[in-house]
Nanobody, 116 residues
Framework: QVQVVESGGGLVQAGGSLTLSCAAS????????LGWYRQAPGNQRELVAV???????NYADSVKGRFTISRLDAKNTVYLQMTSLKPEDTAAYYC??????????WGKGTQVTVSS
């Protein structure tokens, strides 16, 4: 089992920056991917950014050039640096982990609100 806990959400003005953190614990040696999803009210949960065990990253087109995902293996933590935030980035952000068996693990989410 893997547990992931997010932190760092909050309220920020448009154009501002925010960094989210996700700490993973448990059977992390089997993790093949760590990433972030988001879900706005009335919308489906969508991928924001993901990093795999080989160091590769993938981003949603809507956040490319503004968001950066990074992983600190020594702390079993993944970060999402968000800059040039827009009101449409407002959502609950969820940390996601996948292990080598294909099992998904989700955090409880952290709210990001961008005011115009």
């Amino acid at each position: 089992q893997v547990q992931v806990v997010e932190s760092g959400g909050g309220l920020v003005q448009a154009g501002g920056s925010l960094t989210l953190s996700c700490a993973a614990s448990g059977s992390i040696f089997r993790l093949i991917a760590l990433g972030w999803y988001r879900q706005a009210p009335g919308n489906q949960r969508e991928l924001v950014a993901v990093t795999n065990s080989g160091g590769g990253t993938n981003y949603a087109d809507s956040v490319k050039g503004r968001f950066t995902i990074s992983r600190l293996d020594a702390k079993n933590t993944v970060y999402l640096q968000m800059t040039s935030l827009k009101p449409e980035d407002t959502a609950a952000y969820y940390c996601h982990a996948k292990n080598s068996f294909g099992t998904d693990f989700w955090g409880k989410g952290t709210q990001v609100t961008v005011s115009s």
